[in-house]
């Protein structure tokens, strides 16, 4: 499906400041989803497989070796204990679960126990299954594929003219070499980027047409949440309606393209009356959960914040055989079924999530690189309140 606006019209709706303007353009994005996949939703979990130590500048990720944070540090799970975070994600409500690692590859070694992982994931749960884990082959991708894998995510980040402003390690082209590849193994994309990185509108606008280009299946959005001692560690917070305005006109841009807010939502919106209103902006799901470094909501919150627009968020017993949203009404006569899982959401108050707070360790770096566009790393600014 092409895009339903032009860049022109993309670029007038960026524009808009007022609330009842954007509010006039969330409920047109709203018709938008609703006509594509009715009452379906899709929402991910994930878990954090390995982190820390990144070799790439990424400027927004506390991860890589160029940024001053301490690093996260997260040795490589076993497959065994990856089918442990996916049972959580499933008894909290999650419909799919993706594997992520730190870096641009993985050794032969933690790719074997990614495949083992998923091997297991799709034997025990209702999943459907995702990786993250930087560039690869198409072999690699097939593979994971005859695994059970049946979508990979790999961002693009922002928009192409504004790439070497976020990473110079990691090539723009060779992001779409691997989007191209994995395609190739028939599985599905999932591209996105982040959004507030200091780009310009216009730039904004270039990133959604080169995404609606590639037509992924699914479109991650995320907000800067900005990282003392990271590249842009001292970038403010996005305001809540734009971030809002811009999920529409990404909605608008590529239609048929499952959208899914993720990183930063909770820092950038609150968790309230704003991230409802992106819910009607067009999204068919979120990360419940954690994220890799960062605590999220707990998914009975975002749970309820989709069924409060009617949304339904149960799942159909499939062991997750579809990967496209596999609630959607009237796929299956009558009522969508309750499955053995749904006791657990009925039950467990608390699943065993991925959780960094208590999963990850921190190591102070000794020493740090210069970049090689020579951005300095930066600090927010602390207010001094006078007694």
Known sequence: MPPLISREEALRLGELEGRAEIEALVERAWQ??????????DMCSLVNAKSGGCAEDCGFCAQSRFAEADTPMHAMMSADRILEHARAAEAAGAHRFCMVTQGQG??????????EGARLVAEHTNLKRCVSIGHMSTARATALREAGIQRVHHNVETAESYYDQVSTTV???GRLRTIEQVREAGLETCVGGILNLGESREQRVE???QLAELNPTSVPINLLNPRPGTKFGDRELMDPLEAVKWVA???LIIPDALFRLCGGRNENLGTGE??????????????????LTTLGSEPEHDRRMFEELGLNVARQPDNGANPRPDNRSGRLSGATPRTP??????????????????????RRKTSVPPRADGAPNTYPEIAHVEP
């Open 274 to 291: 704003v991230q409802r209103l992106a819910v009607r902006a067009g999204l068919n799901g979120v990360m419940m959960g954690n994220f």
């Open 171 to 173: 090539r723009y082209e």
């Open 32 to 41: 938008v989803r609703l006509e594509r996949f009715g009452d379906s939703t």
């Open 249 to 251: 006109i990404f909605r």
């Open 341 to 362: 899982v749904d006791d657990l959401i009925d039950g467990q108050a608390e699943a065993g999530l991925w959780d960094p707070s208590s999963q990850l360790r921190h």
């Open 106 to 115: 993985l050794s032969k070694r933690d790719f074997e126990t990614i495949l």
């Open 207 to 209: 990133m959604a047409f």
